[in-house]
């Protein structure tokens, strides 16, 4: 029987990720939507009891239109502490952290014996799999990695001792992208048993605003490889890989398409690339998810995204595989009223 336009409907989502043709409407995808946008917009905070959390989280998703609603694993890699400063954004969370590009935990061999290294057999998946019995029919789940292979090997060694090792010790380099790609590898393994999770995000940020994060042939020779490992994985076990990842990836779009096999791309700026330039470029070989910049959302008025939102439409939408969304993901520092005049030019603009 078919579903309603706004009922949850995951095959929509599976249309654009196989580039079959249009669905009935544009489908409305993130990556993930920040706790504090998440509870202004349900005027309650995420309740501390998990079963009733998961509800929560459903309804969100189903309220606002999307098809899928994110689920939750423990697995992680133990780093050293973020770097902290003041979060100004208007829903703050009291403090925003990143990454330490200084320095990792793994300095070397010594270090590389002594780390924890996860072990995905003692890791939670329950949030993940109690949602297979709370979805509403139409409804799936998705889930991401705890970071990518380059993510983590940058966070482990610290970007900047990384960018030398690439020279002095490529062995460690080697030794440590294996044990992260083995362990994502393996959560793989667990989230492809479960028949509800949808999709698969491979979430690796691999550039910045003007090139890759390492050269071109490094992401060949340590990154790519793993990458497509897990896709083929996936593959075989009926799933479609999203990728996210940040940055100028001009030079490697055809290694990620042709090589690893990735079913679609996400995280855009404007200021790289718009996605309407990157749809008309790519959209036959790959499907393109999101794309609205998040500088337009976090600096413009409702109207003004409600315009730029159209536009992205009218360019994206046509032939199918595209799907609307941010560039990149809902963060708190977005104004609510932004993220659903997003949604809000979906609805009327957004229907074949």
Request: charged residues 25%.
């Amino acid at each position: 029987m078919a579903r309603g336009l706004w009922e949850p409907d995951f095959s929509r989502m599976l249309k654009v990720l196989q580039r079959a043709g249009e669905p009935d409407r544009v489908p409305f995808f993130e990556l993930f939507h920040d706790g504090e946008i998440i509870a202004a917009v349900m005027g309650q905070p995420i309740p501390p009891d998990p079963q009733e959390g998961r509800r929560y989280r459903i309804e969100f998703s189903r309220r606002l239109g999307y098809d899928y609603v994110v689920g939750y694993h423990t697995v992680g890699f133990p780093g050293r502490a973020a770097l902290l400063a003041e979060d100004t954004a208007e829903l703050s969370r009291g403090q925003r952290g990143w990454t330490d590009e200084h320095a990792g935990p793994i300095t070397d061999w010594e270090s590389f014996d002594k780390y924890p290294w996860p072990e995905v057999t003692d890791a939670c998946f329950a949030d993940l799999e109690a949602l297979a019995d709370l979805l509403p029919e139409g409804m799936a789940a998705t889930a991401t990695l705890p970071g990518g292979v380059l993510e983590n090997l940058s966070s482990l060694l610290g970007y900047e001792p990384l960018c030398l090792l690439l020279a002095e010790d490529p062995d460690l380099v080697q030794a440590v992208v294996d044990k992260v790609g083995e362990t994502l590898l393996q959560v793989y393994h667990r989230l492809c048993e479960m028949e509800h999770v949808g999709a698969l995000w491979l979430n690796d940020d691999l550039g910045f605003k003007t090139q890759t994060m390492i050269s071109p042939a490094h992401l060949r020779q340590y990154v790519f490889p793993w990458h497509k490992r897990l896709v083929d994985y996936a593959h075989q076990h009926d799933k479609l890989v999203m990728l996210h990842a940040c940055g100028n990836l001009r030079e490697v779009m055809d290694d990620l398409i042709d090589d690893v096999g990735i079913d679609a791309k996400h995280s855009f700026e404007d200021v790289i690339q718009p996605v309407t330039a990157f749809k008309r470029q790519y959209g036959h070989r790959i499907a393109v998810l999101g794309g609205v910049d998040v500088h337009v959302l976090a600096a413009q008025t409702p109207d003004e995204v409600k315009r730029y939102t159209r536009t992205v439409i009218e360019q994206c939408a046509p032939g199918g595989g595209w799907a609307l969304g941010s560039g990149n993901s809902v963060a708190n520092y977005i104004p609510v009223a932004n993220f659903l005049a997003m949604l809000e030019a979906g609805r009327e603009a957004g229907v074949y």
